[in-house]
């Protein structure tokens, strides 16, 4: 079965970090820029993160640049996010996002997400 | 603040037809694909369109995809009370470098 499963979220302070990771399986997920999207509360999807195939293309959305950190481990077909300095506003469902063999051009699979609340 | 922008909502009664359009610009859809996002409270996005037209297996004929110019249509016809979600549509903007949604329309089965 074709699936990404996001883990690693939670509750923490303002100011805190934490590391979210999602595992895919069942694709040859090496072949494919990965995504993380989030939403926040009542709002909607908001592109975080991609990067390439082999880690050497990153892009951020303007408002975590210098904050977050999207890696991959191809071996270990994984995806994460390192967040650091989080905000109020960066509580949201954040969802791992791959293209597949249909289109390279639109994210086909995507993981159920995983909660991210910043509060103190 | 997206650079793509969708009606908050659109609304017909079952059986009817209804449009969410998707306006951008030359710098973005009018060069790119546009992808349509099918998503139902509590879950994530589903894929519904892809490279302007055309639809994953399992999506129904009744989504249809277009695009021209600068904007891009979703078309869904045969209205049903299942089909009450938001949509968004999405774009790989390339003068950005950056993923861009629509801010999203939801579909009101009346």
């Known amino acids: 079965e074709v699936q990404v499963v996001e883990s690693g979220g939670g509750l923490v302070q303002p100011g805190g970090s934490l590391r979210l990771s999602c595992a895919a399986s069942?694709?040859?997920?090496?072949?494919?820029?990965v995504t993380w999207v989030r939403q926040a509360p009542g709002k909607g999807l908001e592109w975080v993160a991609s990067?390439?195939?082999?880690?050497?293309?990153?892009f951020y959305v303007d408002s975590v640049k210098g904050r977050f950190t999207i890696s991959r481990d191809n071996a270990k077909n994984s995806l994460y996010l390192q967040m650091n300095s989080l905000r109020a506003e960066d509580t949201a469902v954040y969802y791992c996002?791959?293209?597949?063999?249909?289109?390279?051009?639109?994210?086909?699979?995507w993981g159920q997400g995983t909660l991210v609340t910043v509060s103190s | 603040q997206s650079v793509l922008t969708q009606p908050p909502s659109v609304s017909a009664a079952p059986g009817q037809r209804v449009t969410i359009s998707c306006s951008g610009s030359?710098?973005?859809?009018?060069?790119?694909?546009v992808s349509w996002y099918q998503q139902f409270p509590g879950t994530a996005p589903k894929l519904l369109i892809y490279?302007?037209?055309k639809r994953p297996s399992g999506i129904p004929d009744r989504f249809s995809g277009s695009k021209s110019g600068t904007s891009a249509t979703l078309g869904i016809t045969g209205l049903q009370t299942g089909d009450e979600a938001d949509y968004y549509c999405?774009?790989?903007?390339?003068?950005?470098?950056?993923?861009?949604f629509g801010t999203g329309t939801k579909v009101i089965v009346l």
């Open positions: 996002a791959s293209p597949s063999h249909m289109t390279l051009h639109a994210f086909d699979i």
């Open positions: 069942g694709f040859t997920f090496s072949i494919y820029w």
């Open positions: 990067i390439k195939q082999d880690g050497s293309e990153i």
């Open positions: 030359s710098s973005n859809i009018g060069n790119t694909y």
């Open positions: 490279e302007n037209n």
């Open positions: 999405g774009i790989w903007d390339t003068r950005l470098s950056a993923y861009v």
